[in-house]
């Protein structure tokens, strides 16, 4: 149980356009969703925090109008790179928690990003 | 603020060996959860264990155990009989907050090799 997914896995665009990531949560119902940021080598950052029905939470430093995050269902969060810039390449992960068990979050696959 | 610090950027192992990676982290929190995740090259994060600060007794799974020490605020993880699956990153993480605004902060993370 407790199963994540992303999709897509990796995509490629070009600058300025903008890119839809998707998280679901498969066999339970996330009242919320996170989304981080890994670099290479490196952490994961989180980015903001998603909650079904309201708006996302955003951490310090992170461009809401830059990364659109909607969680419209208690099963889909998306995460929406707009115009999107080489710096913005990187690999996106989501994770959720469902409502009734708040400690353990489960993460997604990830989603790469590149940028050209 | 809560920081997780793992010294340890890389530990390797020969196989059926045991071997414990360090975890560190800061807070003026009595209550809150200790998780140790698993990140191999896929990059899919896998939790592997986790901690509630409440209880003493340290928590195992299976080859995997750990050593919860609350005064000196550490919390470090045993792999027994280390197999080359187990070849990861390996990342001590956090749980702060309450009231339903948890967060999980990492640590930079361990890079585990199991050699053969």
């Known amino acids: 149980g407790a199963v994540v997914s992303q999709h897509p896995s990796r995509v490629i665009c070009k600058s300025g356009t903008s890119v839809k990531i998707e998280c679901r949560s498969l066999d339970f119902q996330a009242t919320t969703m996170f989304w981080y940021r890994q670099f290479p080598k490196q952490s994961l950052m989180l980015m903001a925090t998603s909650n079904e029905g309201s708006k996302a939470t955003y951490e310090q430093g992170v461009e809401k109008d830059k990364f659109l995050i909607n969680h419209a269902s208690l099963t889909l969060s998306t995460l929406t790179v707009t115009s999107a810039h080489p710096e913005d390449s990187s690999f996106y992960i989501c994770?959720?928690?469902?409502?009734?068990?708040?400690?353990?979050?489960?993460f997604g696959p990830g989603t790469r990003l590149l940028v050209l | 603020a809560q920081t997780v610090t793992q010294s340890q950027p890389e530990m390797s192992v020969q196989e059926a060996e045991t071997v414990t990676l360090s975890c560190t982290y800061d807070t003026s929190e009595s209550d809150y959860y200790l998780f140790w995740y698993k990140q191999p090259p896929s990059r899919q994060m896998i939790l592997v264990i986790r901690q509630e600060a409440y209880k003493q007794q340290n928590a195992t799974e299976n080859r995997f155990s750990v050593n919860f020490q609350k005064a000196a605020k550490s919390f470090s993880l045993k792999i027994s009989d280390s197999q080359l699956g187990d070849a990861a990153m390996y990342f001590c993480?956090?749980?702060?907050?309450?009231?339903?605004?948890?967060?999980?902060?990492f640590g930079k993370g361990t890079k585990l090799t199991v050699n053969p």
């Open positions: 994770s959720a928690r469902e409502g009734g068990s708040a400690e353990t979050q489960y």
């Open positions: 993480a956090y749980l702060r907050g309450q009231g339903g605004s948890e967060k999980l902060v």
